[in-house]
């Protein structure tokens, strides 16, 4: 079990560049989520889904897209990246929401300047 | 006002020390609980569920005060490997399971 994988672990954008982070699980999980986490602060929610073709905005969707079309992908895309999006991005998956641990992916470093 | 909010850290403490780590949540519909430790520059990972009856995994001791609307960690017997950031995190069962986080409290045991 490879667990939650997250490509590319770093990336460097110029602004109004555009990417997509990719993330994978292969636990099964119906839950999948985006976070990014700011230097010394907490994780902030951005999109989530609970299931294949159902997704929802979280704390700070604005900037993002994402699309779930299967139980194992979840991508995240900055259409036109800002200084402001720099950040690191996190996936996670769980089984059933908030009743269970949910599993973090290692992260990409996204700088953009 | 955050609504998630922990103890600003960083803590300091010796080996063996006992050090405990208070956080506070706002939203009293929140209804899991939970703290996450996180290795410098790597992905969070979960430490222990917080029960309302309180529970303890080895050194680690949680605590849940709900009319209070406190969680509470505390770890004996501190140890290097113990050196981390400690997240504090809260759930809604309405909102997909989503987790907010508070900013993390550092910890840093010395030899």
Known sequence: ?113 | RKEVEQDPGPFNVPEGATVAFNCTYSNSASQSFFWYRQDCRKEPKLLMSVYSSGNEDGRFTAQLNRASQYISLLIRDSKLSDSATYLCVVTHYNQGGKLIFGQGTELSVKP
């Open chain 1, 1 to 113: 079990n490879a667990g939650v994988t997250q490509t590319p672990k770093f990336r460097i954008l110029k602004i109004g560049q555009s990417m997509t982070l990719q993330c994978t699980q292969d636990m099964n999980h119906n839950y999948m989520y985006w976070y990014r986490q700011d230097p010394g602060m907490g994780l902030k929610l951005i999109y989530y889904s609970v299931g294949a073709g159902i997704t929802d905005k979280g704390e700070v969707p604005n900037g993002y897209n994402v699309s779930r079309s299967t139980t194992e992908d979840f991508p995240l895309r900055l259409e036109l990246a800002a200084p402001s999006q720099t950040s690191v991005y996190f996936c996670a998956s769980s089984s059933s929401g908030a009743y269970n641990e949910q599993f973090f992916g290692p992260g990409t470093r996204l700088t953009v300047l």
